[in-house]
C-alpha cells in the first residue's frame, strides 16, 4: 500500500490532532480536580479526556488497520467498562473504584499507542514516555486502593505530582504535534 492509495484529506488529520487538543483539556480538568479533590469535576476531567482519545484514535492514520482496531478496540472497550461500572454496578466501593481504573487503563492502552505512534514516527520522546508510563500509574493506582491509602495525604500529594508530571509531558507532546505540518508522513 503507498500513501497515494489512502484517503486521509487534510480534515482528518486536522480532527485527529483536535481529538489531542480535547484530550489535553481534558486531563488539565482532571488533574486540576484531583489536586482540589473535587470529585464531580474528576469525572468531567475523564470523560472530555476520553472523548479526546476517541477522537483521534478513530482519525488515526496507520498503515497497518490491526494496529488503529487494536488502538480503538482499547478505547471503546475502556469508555463502555466505565460507563457499566459506574452507572449499573452495584458492587462494594472498591470492586467499582477499580473497574473505573481498569476502564482506563484500557483508554490509557489506546492513548499509548497513539503516543507510541507518534514517537516511533516522528521522534517525539515524550510520546515514549507517556507510553511507558501508563501501564505504571494504573498498577500504582490498583495498588493504592486494594491497600486502602487512597485517601492518605502523602498518595494525594505524590499522584498530584505524577499527575502534573504526565500533564507537562503531554503539553509538550500537544505543542509539537500541533507545530508540525498538516499531512507528514511517518520518517520511519
Keep these: 500500500m503507498s500513501q497515494e492509495d489512502v484517503h486521509y484529506p487534510k480534515s482528518y488529520d486536522i480532527t485527529y490532532r483536535i481529538g489531542y487538543g480535547v484530550g489535553f483539556a481534558g486531563i488539565l480538568i482532571f488533574v486540576a480536580a484531583y489536586f ?14 476520553e472523548a479526546g482519545t476517541l477522537l483521534s484514535g478513530i482519525f488515526l492514520l496507520v498503515w497497518k488497520k490491526e494496529v488503529k482496531i487494536f488502538i480503538l478496540s482499547c478505547i471503546v472497550a475502556g469508555i463502555l467498562l ?90 509538550s507532546f500537544l505543542i509539537k504535534k500541533i507545530k508540525q505540518p498538516l499531512m507528514q508522513y511517518c520518517k520511519n
Excluded: M, R
Excluded at 473535587?38 to 479526556?49: A, K, M, Q, V
Excluded at 520522546?125 to 498498577?139: A, K, N
Design 82 to 171: 466505565g460507563v457499566v461500572s459506574f452507572y449499573f454496578i452495584n458492587f462494594n466501593d472498591l470492586f467499582k473504584d477499580i473497574l473505573i481504573i481498569i476502564s482506563i487503563g484500557f483508554v490509557l492502552a489506546g492513548l499509548g499507542g497513539l503516543y507510541g505512534k507518534e514517537a516511533h514516527c516522528f521522534h517525539f520522546y515524550e510520546g515514549w514516555i507517556l507510553l511507558w508510563s501508563f501501564p505504571i500509574l494504573i498498577l500504582l493506582n490498583i495498588i493504592t486502593y486494594v491497600a486502602n491509602i487512597q485517601s492518605s495525604p502523602i498518595v494525594h500529594t505524590i499522584f498530584s505530582i505524577l499527575y502534573l508530571i504526565i500533564a507537562v509531558l503531554a503539553f
Design 36 to 49: 482540589f479533590s473535587s470529585s464531580d469535576y474528576i469525572l468531567l476531567g475523564l470523560s472530555i479526556f
